[in-house]
């Protein structure tokens, strides 16, 4: 799919039309249009350009540069933009709390170009004085560019893993390959995967490693070899393929899906069971006879093990946990009744609520949550008072005529920076559910957003807590909050907890979910949707709760929608 170049492309237009100080209406339009691509959810290259200017965001002029993009692999007004302005400046901007202004007084002031002259100015702390920047400053674009670093070596497993399925896809269909599987990190649903690792078997490798390495979208074969070739993709990440025999596929699957600490452990476990474990399959020490191998599942059966799904394999207990037969049945992406977290174009999300209702339905689901935000969140188009009680009385309109289907009423409330919220009492209690969460203010010390958050847990009538930490993947860092002070407070007054599945939130994050889940918190899991392509980050959020040893009943929205009520309105009754 193109939409990840292209709105890579609209990103970068952005930034570098900041920087040069443009008009901050263009700047949002192209982050807007950026923002709706990526998350369309059907490819653009099959669109007409009728169908383009449908994309909220998209008229006549950006329609025809992703045209332009399409038919000359690139676009013309990005390239004099960049002809303009410094390309590493635009890296800058990746630093947080580094905003377009201070990137382009750098660039005057100090001719600051890239990453690494910005870090050696604030290492000497030659950056406190200027205009915005405090001395504290300068130790926050340390702790930034440090992150971006780690951040370039991994990307964010939303973007990767439609990229690995439509490569196993394509191989299953154009090479002659037998069985064909995903492994490494992605089978393992972690959150940053630093490479693309597949597996196969095939009666012809030598038509598998050519179908492979002339695949679309190569840009470089690494190493092509008789069973194993590697290269890398345009977007830069690096794919290696290896082709096994049938015979070995379980134990070759299980060695590369990792991760490495699980098969170390796997592998002493043989070791003292007098085995030996390998890619190739599980041995007798003795005499070297073969014992399984074929199936995955032999692996862990010879060993005394339940069959660990992939998930688990961090070495983090489940070995033991396998070994005496109490590991968690997680919860599966086919348990989910509802999302609780959803936005409509009354805010800023691009469907109306009636679509809302319909992408529900196709999914299965009984029941869905319309959360647009509260007027304290200008920038979203925050409702005010007026505008949420129009929309409850339209909810209440549709679920007359909606069967076995309900759409319940909601808003995603601002928690303003002392606590409180944007709306009172005699509102939110006409709402099934309330979602909170903190869009201000993130800078604040910890203890400060610790205790605002758990102000806003305190209001009887709120039901959640959105992504709680506020971090974005390779972008922001998670506020400084005690979240054990926060999962106490949630499980003390009944407040749920969000994972919120969008693929730079993942927030809760596995391990607070685990936490969360050994104190007892409500859970639920939402994909804080803007568009009807974002529904289907859901699984990544299922992905996090599986890594986060959670089972069904951990999570609230696998009930249906009377058990589900019951848990997120119970703490009004206690009052
Ligand atoms: P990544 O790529 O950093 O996101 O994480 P992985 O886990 O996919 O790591 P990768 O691609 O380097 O290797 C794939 C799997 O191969 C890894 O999970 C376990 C296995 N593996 C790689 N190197 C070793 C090793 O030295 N020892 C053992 N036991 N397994 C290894
Ligand atoms: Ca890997
Ligand atoms: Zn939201």
Redesign the pocket.
Known sequence: MKNFDISAIFNKIADLLEIRGDNPFRVRAYRKAAFNIETLGKDVSGLSTVDLMEIPGIGSDLASKIEEYLRSGRIDAYEKLRQEVPEGLADLLNVPGLGPKTVALLYRQYKVKDLEELERLARDHRLAGLPGIKEKTEGNIIKGIEMLRRASSHYPLGRILPMAEEIARYLRDKAPVDRIDVA???RRWKET?????ILSTSKDPGAVMLAFTRMPGVKETLMKGPTKSSVVMEEGIQVDIRVVEEDSYGSALAYFTGSKAHNIRLRELAAKAGMKLNEYGVFREKDGKKLGGREEGDIYRLLGLEYVPPELREDTGEIEAAAEGRLPRLVELSDIRGDLHLHTSWSDGSQSIEDLAETSIKRGYRYAAVTDHSKGLGVAHGLNEERILEQLKLIEGLNRRLKSFRVLSGVEINIKTDGSLDFDADLLRRLDIVVASVHSGFKQPGERITKRIVTAMQNPYVSIIAHPTGRLIGEREAYEMDMDAVLQAASRTGTAIEINAYPLRLDLSESYARAARAKNVPLVISTDSHTAGQFQNMAFGVGVARRGWLEKSDVANTLDCDGLLAVLQKKRLKK
Request: glycine share 12%; proline share 0%.
């Open positions: 490494g990190s992605i995967v630093k490479d693309i690792d």
